[in-house]
């Protein structure tokens, strides 16, 4: 059984629709899920925008857990919206993810910007809920608007 | 009532900027970003909302905001937040275009923004007892409303507030005498009163 078979069941459970591409680096694990190193998840609009990516889910690492949990080192969560523009990207260095809820969570540090970086926001601790795309940070909330505006220099 | 760059609280400062006119030719640089920071925070990345919570501290270049709550649009990409939201224990500190350095309070302040007909609307509406003290003493009102644009302050039903020391002096500015003489009491004679409020002409 390759790779790709036996990790897209645990993600598919999470949210419609999801692809999943695992590169090599896999080993089995005894709950039939595998451990997986620089794994790429890809997520497709629905059937009215079937070939249009909705997210890139992509780490270093992802740790089987029981109770369809998974441990991602070096989460980055790229979303997009139906015309194809990158809307968000999320970066963790660690985070648990839920495969049944569809939620991530981790008590580490989290960063999110949007696609074209005017808006950044980091913090301590997050939830995140997939299906809903609300993010909760708990701790330590940094935010950077940056709206392209200039100041005049007086002389 | 047409606004012209409303109130901003420019939590909103820097978008305080967004409104100015540069003068034709003159250098200019990018503009600092605003910072927002807080305990916590909610995202609603479908809904474009951010919630912060707790210890709420907006700097900016123009101004300085701290409150309990905020409720901010996350702007589209390359956009300019359109609405945003602070309540309790509202403080903003900020400095107009004439350099005139402007201390508020407020339970609530409502920062909009928005382009109708090429005209930039850009305002800050205080509600909740707010109080506003600069060079000219200290103001309080129903509402205020700052116009970014034009750079003046509205006050609904004002009222000027007097801050008085046992021992008869202004704890804050000198007063007109005018006023003093609606008290009908000469200074110095007003024991266990530290507020004196008079209605003024708006």
Redesign the interface.
């Given at each position: 059984m390759n790779a790709k078979a036996n990790i897209a069941p645990a993600w598919l459970a999470a949210g419609a629709g999801l692809w999943f591409v695992v590169a090599p680096g896999v080993h089995a694990q005894p709950n039939g899920v595998q451990h997986a190193n620089n794994f790429t998840s890809t997520e497709y609009y629905g059937p009215t925008n079937q070939q249009q990516i909705k997210s890139i889910l992509s780490g270093a690492e992802a740790l089987p857990q029981p109770g369809g949990l998974l441990i991602i080192k070096q989460l980055k969560l790229e979303?997009f919206n139906p015309d194809g523009?990158l809307?968000?990207v999320v970066n963790a260095p660690e985070c648990v993810y839920d495969t049944f809820k569809g939620v991530a969570s981790s008590p580490g540090h989290l960063e999110?910007r949007?696609?074209?970086g005017?808006?950044r926001?980091e913090?301590d601790g997050f939830l995140w809920r997939q299906s809903?795309?609300?993010?909760?940070?708990?701790?330590?909330?940094?935010?950077?608007?940056?709206?392209?505006?200039?100041?005049?220099?007086?002389? | 009532m047409k606004r012209h760059s409303l109130v901003v609280l420019a939590v909103l400062g820097g978008l305080m900027a967004h409104a100015q006119t540069n003068t034709p030719g003159a250098p200019s640089a990018p503009r600092a970003p605003m910072l927002i920071y807080a305990d916590s925070a909610d995202f609603d990345l479908n809904g474009h909302e951010a919630i912060y919570r707790g210890h709420v501290r907006v700097d900016d270049p123009a101004m300085k905001l701290t409150c309990a709550l905020l409720v901010a649009d996350v702007p589209q990409a390359g956009g300019h937040p359109n609405r945003i939201v602070a309540e309790t224990n509202v403080v903003i500190d900020f400095t107009d275009t004439k350099g005139q350095t402007n201390h508020a309070t407020s339970d609530k302040a409502v920062y909009v923004y928005n382009v109708q007909d090429s005209v930039t609307n850009e305002t800050v509406t205080l509600t909740g007892n707010p109080v506003m003290v600069n060079a000219q003493g200290t103001q309080a009102g129903d509402v205020i409303i700052w116009d970014r644009a034009s750079n003046k302050i509205h006050f609904d039903n004002p009222h000027m507030i007097f801050r008085q020391n046992l021992n008869g002096t202004s704890a804050d500015t000198n007063p007109p005498v005018t006023a003093i003489k609606t008290t009908n009491f000469p200074p110095g004679t007003i024991e266990n009163i530290d507020k004196i409020i008079i209605n003024s002409s708006p």
């Open positions: 979303i523009r809307e968000w999110v949007s696609g074209d005017k808006f926001t913090g809903e795309q609300k993010l909760n940070i708990s701790n330590n909330v940094c935010t950077v608007i940056e709206n392209g505006a200039t100041i005049t220099i007086k002389p | -």
